[in-house]
């Protein structure tokens, strides 16, 4: 089974996830990125520096873009989204999201107050479909030494 996925919202940390997606690709992991969708059709190519690195990150060739959320969603039959956008969007995307029982793989923070991921949670509870947050800080040095000090 071949897992398809869709990113919404091509800035700064969407380059990381087009580069672990096309790793587990190149691996045989079952996972493809097939659709992107962003307002900006610049971000779709441009190459992106993260964390004021010099080096930018390669960005997978993706021949299926959009600018608008809705088109992505009625052109692509997606297993996942894997919601990139600014965190002041992530509620509203994420719900919207669920609400068509659409896998969401939604950027941290979740949303920017609790009352918010819990209408997020909510909409999950209501769906077929499920939520994961990309949480991955947690396992990088600085959330190590957080721990340990704690």
């Given at each position: 089974m071949m897992l398809r996925v869709g990113i919404w919202g091509c800035g700064?940390?969407?380059?990381m996830h087009r580069s672990a997606y096309k790793k587990m690709e190149e691996c045989g992991a079952g996972v493809k990125l097939v659709a992107l969708?962003?307002?900006?059709?610049?971000?779709f190519d441009r190459e992106i520096k993260i964390n004021l690195s010099k080096n930018a990150q390669p960005l997978a060739k993706i021949d299926r873009c959009y600018t608008d959320i809705d088109e992505m969603l009625e052109k692509e039959q997606l297993d996942m989204v894997d919601v990139c956008l600014p965190s002041q969007l992530h509620k509203e995307a994420a719900i919207k999201l669920l609400r068509r029982n659409i896998n969401v793989l939604l950027e941290k923070p979740m949303a920017l107050s609790a009352q918010d991921c819990r209408e997020i949670?909510?909409?999950?509870e209501r769906s077929d479909a499920r939520l994961m947050v990309a949480q991955c800080e947690r396992f990088?040095?600085?959330?190590?030494?957080?721990?340990?000090?704690?």
């Amino acid at each position: 089974m071949m897992l398809r996925v869709g990113i919404w919202g091509c800035g700064g940390i969407s380059a990381m996830h087009r580069s672990a997606y096309k790793k587990m690709e190149e691996c045989g992991a079952g996972v493809k990125l097939v659709a992107l969708c962003d307002i900006n059709k610049e971000n779709f190519d441009r190459e992106i520096k993260i964390n004021l690195s010099k080096n930018a990150q390669p960005l997978a060739k993706i021949d299926r873009c959009y600018t608008d959320i809705d088109e992505m969603l009625e052109k692509e039959q997606l297993d996942m989204v894997d919601v990139c956008l600014p965190s002041q969007l992530h509620k509203e995307a994420a719900i919207k999201l669920l609400r068509r029982n659409i896998n969401v793989l939604l950027e941290k923070p979740m949303a920017l107050s609790a009352q918010d991921c819990r209408e997020i949670i909510a909409a999950e509870e209501r769906s077929d479909a499920r939520l994961m947050v990309a949480q991955c800080e947690r396992f990088t040095a600085g959330s190590d030494y957080l721990k340990v000090a704690a």
